[in-house]
């Protein structure tokens, strides 16, 4: 069993490096930690980085975990390999990349790529961006999949990641007890579908609504609050179509005795105030 400890980091290509940058910084609220040849790096909390733009196609996307230690990544590479996955290790040009000490990588059954990585870099310094969203961290990733079931079976067959909760055949999956931390989003292909940041309350996440909808950035669903963990969210388009979240008041399962719950694929389970998405994924 592989146990992923957290999310590391997204790696995201953009077809428009400077726009990626702008919008995720004067709009989003992120922090531009540094841009090197072809990269540019930004956080939302005390990581090194949380996402990675990488000048390319804007369908190439990485979701990198951390695990504990490189015994774990040993055996994460043995148990991933003896399952019949294509796995390799990331070389020393790519762990620099990265900033982690070492990493290997694989596919989804989808084709979603990913990275196992020990030791990713922290921040030396607080976070500190340029337009206060409230953002307080990186906590989930949505993922598109051409098949919800077999990939929920392959993550939790091989990792330490159980559903809280299904809408239709999405699963909400997670390896803590945050509600959820990876969602598998039925689609025609692989790919990141949403990045979330969590915000530090209701106010931020209606704030960033009226400062959204003022820029003209296309507000895509919200606000409103998710049936399944609770949260408050918004969800927007940035450059390249990909999806951004802020969310607030995520549930936090304790509970031994919880047990996932099946929700109906309908926009009411998706939101109860009733927003409707404008989120192919979320449509049925
Ligand atoms: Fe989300």
Redesign the pocket.
Known sequence: MIEIVDLAYARVGTADLPSAVRFATETLGLQLVREEENRAYVRGDDRDHDICYVAGAPSDHVLGFELADEEALRDAFDTLKGAGVDVSHGTPEECNDRRVQQFITFQDPTGNKFDLAVRPHKATRRYFPTRDAGINGFS?V?LRTTDARRDEAFWTTHFNIHPNDWIGDAGLLSFDHVH?RI?LFPANGPGIQ?I?FQVDSIDDVMRSWYFLSSQQVRVVFGPGR?ATSG?M?L?FEGPDGMVY?Y?HGVRLIDDPNYRPRQFPFTPEAFCVWGAKPDIPEFRS
């Open positions: 989930h949505g959820h969602a949403h979330n998710h949260a969210f969800y979240e969310s």
